[in-house]
């Protein structure tokens, strides 16, 4: 069965402060690791999709990277407008993505 | 604007009272999907279609069913509702049935079945 763990469940920062969130998985074939982000009282929104160990994708302050047993989204001088929740999936198949529970980030100015 | 649309944003039923949760993409998307997001469980799949009428079950699909007579759109039927399906839903939908980790959320349905 795949698995998805995120951690921390919930991390305070204060805007600049950088910072990694976590995300461990077990998974019999990866196809894929995703990103997204989500707000409260929205649909997730798609961020990064990494295929292979070593690989890393950017984007504004956000980094993600992937090792065969977990991936990293560090996030460099962080704004409050990065305060969301930060959801991690991987997929076996060609369906079926497998969710962590998320981080839910607090940027404070 | 490219979006996935879910109505009713919010709705509260009784239980056994049938009820449908439709939704539409305008983006021309092959993948369509149905998530349950409950809190401490996160994310979990409810059915998923490749194409139209293509579909198969997720994780959780029991007291659930769908329908793709057409390719935007995806409606959720719940039979007859039960107080644990009181959750917050999202449709969700890929540009290709090849590619369904990438997916774009709908802004969700929250319901509640007393």
């Known amino acids: 069965e795949d698995q998805v763990t995120q951690s921390p469940e919930a991390l305070r920062l204060q805007e600049g402060e950088s910072s990694s969130l976590n995300c461990s998985y077990t998974v019999s074939g990866l196809r894929g690791l995703f990103w997204y982000r989500q707000d409260p009282g929205k649909g997730p929104e798609f961020l990064f999709t990494?295929?292979?160990a070593g690989e890393e994708k950017e984007k504004e302050r956000l980094k993600a990277t992937l090792t065969k047993k977990e991936s990293f989204l560090h996030i460099t001088a962080p704004k409050p407008e990065d305060s969301a929740t930060y959801l991690c999936a991987v997929q076996a198949g060609y369906s079926t993505l497998t969710f962590g529970k998320g981080t839910m980030l607090l940027v404070s100015p | 604007e490219a979006q996935v649309t879910q109505n009713p944003r919010y709705l509260i039923t009784v239980t056994g009272k049938k009820l449908t949760v439709t939704c539409s993409q305008n983006m021309n998307h092959e993948y369509m999907s149905w998530y349950r997001q409950d809190p401490g469980l996160g994310l979990r799949q409810i059915y998923y279609?490749?194409?139209?009428?293509?579909?198969d079950k997720g994780d959780v699909p029991e007291g659930y069913k769908v329908s793709r007579k057409e390719k935007r759109n995806f409606p959720l039927i719940l039979e007859s509702p039960s107080p644990n399906q009181t959750s917050l839903y999202f449709c969700a939908s890929s540009l290709s049935s090849k590619n369904t980790g990438e997916l774009f959320f709908g802004e969700g349905s929250r319901l509640t079945v007393l």
């Open positions: 990494l295929y292979s």
């Open positions: 279609s490749m194409n139209v009428e293509v579909t």
